[in-house]
């Protein structure tokens, strides 16, 4: 029994060391800039059109399967 617990226990370091740190970083963001909620001015960055248009395409990329190589071309020279 305690030898799968070790298991266990040994690979969550990396995790248990990381964890919180998002929350701690917001919260370090909010006191730093407490009225950032009420800023209106836009970031300026990607226009809508081409966000969605880099986005249909990710989502696209993603979905399509990897082509699998045919098993008659293997060990075959391209160059003849």
């Known amino acids: 029994?305690?030898?799968?617990?070790?298991?266990?226990?040994?690979?969550?370091?990396?995790?248990?060391?990381?964890?919180?740190?998002?929350?701690?970083?917001?919260?370090?963001?909010?006191?730093?800039?407490?009225d950032a909620g009420r800023n209106t001015d836009p970031v300026a960055g990607m226009d809508g059109r081409a966000a969605r248009s880099a986005f249909e395409r990710y989502q696209k990329a993603s979905s399509e399967p990897a082509p699998q190589p045919?098993?008659?071309t293997i060990g075959v020279s391209g160059s003849k």
Do not use: K
């Open 70 to 72: 045919s098993s008659f």
């Open 1 to 34: 029994m305690s030898a799968c617990v070790s298991g266990v226990t040994s690979t969550t370091p990396q995790w248990d060391a990381r964890f919180g740190a998002d929350v701690r970083i917001a919260l370090a963001r909010q006191i730093i800039d407490p």
